[in-house]
């Protein structure tokens, strides 16, 4: 036997020896794929579909792809009720890119809204109003794994006639139980000061035994587009404490509020079910003449508002329930977005309200600070602002997207499988099953453009 053929011999023993790959760096490698390429691997063998489904990979998955947020964007005028999921640092980075549509959402059954967000569950509500009655029921769906959970807290709003309930979507996170909360608010008969002149009221729906409770209220009106926004843990409004007087002129609604102290956040507190208040920026010293806002960027609570008609700010509280930590990231001149200053009011009774509206709604921040996106109500694209060069772009879906539907979302291995055991509903209750077979998985392609 020549050298050459012993050498193939030994080359081809040693390609065939066995390579032992820790379980702990599969592990690592696994948690840094998509949720689409990790569910690939289940079927390479029952250890690894084992520890692909316990929830320690879960929370190591999540962590790592919280680092690459996206957002969920409705599509209001297609066919279809669509949804597309939109990779935020694809948004920054690039100047054309495709992607492509999720899940397509087409119930018969009511209207449905995407109300929350967390650990890459979305919590959709499918609402219709029958002999003035509101009837309202979830689902819990997740687009990475394409799954979505049965038909969860059914209930009957039977005074509608009083205004819609203000829904929110959270995590417990000491017993890592999700939660539905229902808020509706109404003038407060029963008020004996000038602080009680309004009532929230709250049902909290325990995804842990199934069941809506009434806790105790709080006494203030979050504002109309201020629907509720999670936190670790906990969920916030921007509201209004004490009497204000409110107007609609059939067109829109405004608030006359006399003192801008009135304006504060509530936070509820999904552990405990108890409330919080915190105060708002010390600088922010006047009612401005639009709704501000309240959104959680970079890990934190930010509130925007306008500034005299000229300015948009955007604020950070950098410690969670610490009012003197308010900074200030954002101080943008309106034409320094391209956009025009929002317009002076034409009847002189109203100078003096703050319009119900928000014209100019902040949706991300980069991790550097410098760079905020802003969506806008006149504008089919979305506006990508950076401080430090001052520039502006707009970048915009081929498909009308509206972005202020535009949900925080990161893809996750966290399950579906959630059951209602409450029997005793309404006869209509049973078309829900029908509705989940009607679930169309969509494929195709996007194009953002600038």
């Not at 119930?107 to 890459?120: M, Q």
């Not at 006494?219 to 609609?248: E, R």
Request: charged share 25%; aromatic share 12%.
């Amino acid at each position: 036997m020549d050298i050459l053929t012993k050498k193939k011999q030994i080359h081809s023993r040693i390609l065939l020896r066995p390579v032992f790959v820790p379980p702990e760096l599969i592990t690592e490698i696994l948690s840094l794929l998509s949720v689409k390429n990790i569910q690939r691997f289940r079927c390479v063998s029952k250890s690894w579909n084992t520890f692909i489904s316990d929830s320690i990979f879960t929370k190591m998955h999540i962590k790592l792809s919280s680092q690459n947020p996206h957002f969920i964007l409705s599509i209001p005028e297609y066919p279809l009720t669509c949804v597309v999921s939109v990779l935020v640092n694809q948004l920054l980075e690039s100047r054309s890119l495709t992607i492509a549509s999720e899940t397509c959402l087409s119930p018969r059954w009511g209207i449905y809204e995407v109300v929350g967000s967390c650990n890459g569950l979305l919590c959709v509500i499918f609402n219709s109003i029958t002999n003035e009655k509101t009837k309202y029921k979830f689902c819990l769906w997740n687009p990475a794994t394409r799954t979505i959970s049965e038909k969860l807290g059914f209930f009957c709003d039977y005074e509608s006639s009083l205004g819609p309930f203000k829904f929110s979507f959270g995590c417990d996170y000491l017993t890592g139980t999700y939660k539905i909360v229902a808020l509706h608010t109404q003038r407060n008969e029963d008020g004996e000061n000038h602080d009680d002149a309004w009532i929230s009221k709250v049902r909290v729906f325990n995804l842990g035994d199934n069941r809506w409770r009434d806790i105790q209220s709080f006494s203030s009106a979050p504002l109309i587009w201020n629907k509720g926004v999670h936190l670790s843990g906990t969920i916030n409004w921007l509201s209004i404490q004490g009497a204000y007087i409110s107007l609609s002129d059939g067109e829109r609604f405004r608030a006359l509020i006399p003192d801008v102290k009135q304006l504060v956040i509530v936070s509820l507190d999904l552990s405990t079910e108890t409330y919080k208040k915190f105060l708002l920026p010390k600088d922010f010293i006047e009612v401005p003449c639009l709704e501000p806002s309240l959104r959680v960027m970079m890990d934190c609570l930010c509130f925007s508002h306008d500034y005299n008609k000229i300015e948009f700010v955007v604020w950070q509280m950098k410690e969670f329930g610490d009012h003197q930590s308010w900074t200030q990231l954002f101080r943008i001149e309106y034409s320094n977005i391209q956009i025009n200053n929002p317009p002076m009011e034409v009847d002189f009774f109203y100078v003096d309200y703050m319009k119900c509206e928000i014209p100019l709604l902040p949706l991300y921040i980069s991790k550097d600070g410098n760079t905020l996106i802003l969506a806008h109500d006149e504008i089919y694209a979305v506006i990508i602002y950076n401080q430090l060069d001052n520039t502006v772009k707009r970048t915009r879906i081929s498909n009308e997207i509206d972005w202020f539907t535009a949900v925080d979302y990161v893809e996750s291995l966290v399950s579906t499988d959630w059951k209602d055991e409450d029997d005793d509903e309404d006869e209509e209750d049973d078309e829900y099953e029908d509705e989940l077979s009607d679930i169309d998985i969509g494929f195709g392609g996007w194009t953002i453009k600038v």
